[in-house]
């Protein structure tokens, strides 16, 4: 985050009817590839990490598995790191085999990814594995606190006996698992996943979170704004990793020339915004 | 279950260092789909339904996906019902590339799954896609409740300003989401997890959410007898669905002979309990 200035994370979310119409002929999972790839190579100089929806990956069988793994490990090699957006949580004995998926290094490879998403509803024991990965290998995770969506309320907002909302009642949880993994920066490698898209909600996690770096979302396609992450920011420049997907992805549809060229103008575009606004560097 | 008589579902956990010795030479993911085929034939005159925890396979990288998917394919040949626990959930645009992954036909073929699990923390319109899939293709998810692990309590339990606990509340949801996909039968495509580990959870369960199905774990290796789940059978004989996995898929390890027979056996066991316990047939 210091060398590149801008806490610019670009999510990878194919989608096959979006796709640049020179990749659209070819079979779904190879366009997916070719995509990927070139997105990364486009951004590669501007963004510090990559989110990988595996939903849409998954969507294309295990052939598009196959494409989530080698484009990790494209994106590894492009010096970036790799946030595997899966959103798992299990009982402890299955959940550590999806710490060992995405994780743990894998034979004499490395794990193929740096940090992934988990969620808190199973409870402490349920993320102890990933802790483990965490303490063991060097691995991040964010936790699901308060997601960009409309219907996160449901659950999430719920006011408890004593009037805080059920997310913030997990933002304690992900504060307390994430202790004993504070790094000489101050901040843990475990954060939480906090939606931009609702009022005040960036600024209470910061405080409830002091060393949880927030994998900031919903700016973009679901209309929050580079500003509406700030507070993010506020006790330290890399506080915050801002995901931004489909504005970047599908910059081809609004521009003209190259998918790559427009994907990397647009990356640039919010790096600057996002400079402002996090006051890096 | 009217035809079978037990409410069994043979959960699907494979684990290397458990397989029976004659199968652990082979490559991890050939050893995986071997041992599953072999249980899936073993109980498939005594199960309902077997549910493939996805986790163990993506253990095993894109390999491992496609043998979770030939698994599901073989599964659905031998006439039992397929449950992928995946548990996922996400925003409703990602959420419709889970529900494409699991419950929608892929292209000429039938869809991977009859039933998925989902996670509620992300509330309704995160679950919105899945229930689409319910009302298009006739599919049912099982909805994460009150989990089996011991941890389950740290979201699940906490008290809200109502008085119920947070999992209550998330009932409440279950219900809504499955009120207009009650089928003839009165139970409905939407059913919910719900951990056979804790006292008075299943008779709650079953009071709050009338026309579900309650998918019930921990019976085996997390301790819960086949008595507990007694009372999800109280008003429908199918009200229930009993998933066992390493009582079963590791029965060879305290048995002589064949492993595919000693499975056999321990499933005709435990059908046996569940038999007298749910009163069906």
Chains 1, 2 share one sequence.
């Not at 070719?34 to 100089?45: L, N, P, T």
């Not at 959103?87 to 550590?96: F, L, N, V, W």
């Not at 913030?168 to 939606?195: D, F, N, Y």
């Amino acid at each position: 985050m210091e060398r590149k200035g801008a806490p610019l994370c670009v999510g990878l979310d194919p989608m096959l009817d979006r796709l640049p119409l020179e990749l659209r002929g070819e079979d779904p999972a190879g366009a997916y590839e070719r995509f990927c790839r070139g997105i990364v190579d486009a951004v590669s100089e501007t963004a510090v990490a990559v989110k990988l929806q595996s939903a849409f990956f998954e969507a294309l069988g295990s052939r598009g598995v196959a494409v989530f793994e080698r484009v990790c490990e494209h994106v590894r090699a492009a010096g970036l790191l790799v946030v595997a957006d899966v959103k798992r949580g299990d009982i402890p004995s299955t959940a550590e085999a999806y710490a060992a998926a995405f994780l743990e290094p894998r034979g004499g490879e490395p794990p193929l990814a740096d940090v992934m998403t988990v969620s808190p509803y199973m409870g402490g024991d349920s993320v102890e594995p990933f802790l483990r990965a965490c303490r063991e290998h060097g691995a991040g995770i964010f936790c699901l606190l308060k997601t960009s969506n409309p219907g996160s309320g449901d659950v999430q907002d719920i006011p408890l006996a004593d009037g805080r909302p059920v997310w913030q009642h997990v933002a304690g949880l992900v504060e307390s698992w994430g202790e004993e993994l504070v790094g000489e920066s101050g901040l843990s490698a475990v954060g939480a996943v906090v939606g931009a898209t609702h009022p005040g909600v960036v600024e209470t996690a910061r405080r409830l979170l002091p060393h949880a770096v927030l994998l900031l979302l919903g700016v973009g396609a679901q209309g929050a704004q580079p500003a509406d992450v700030a507070p993010a920011f506020a006790e330290h420049p890399a506080g915050g990793l801002v995901s931004i997907s489909r504005p970047i992805l599908y910059a081809h549809e609004s521009a003209d020339g190259d998918w790559r060229e427009a994907a990397a103008a647009e990356a640039e575009r919010f790096a600057g915004e996002l400079r402002a606004v996090a006051a890096v560097g």
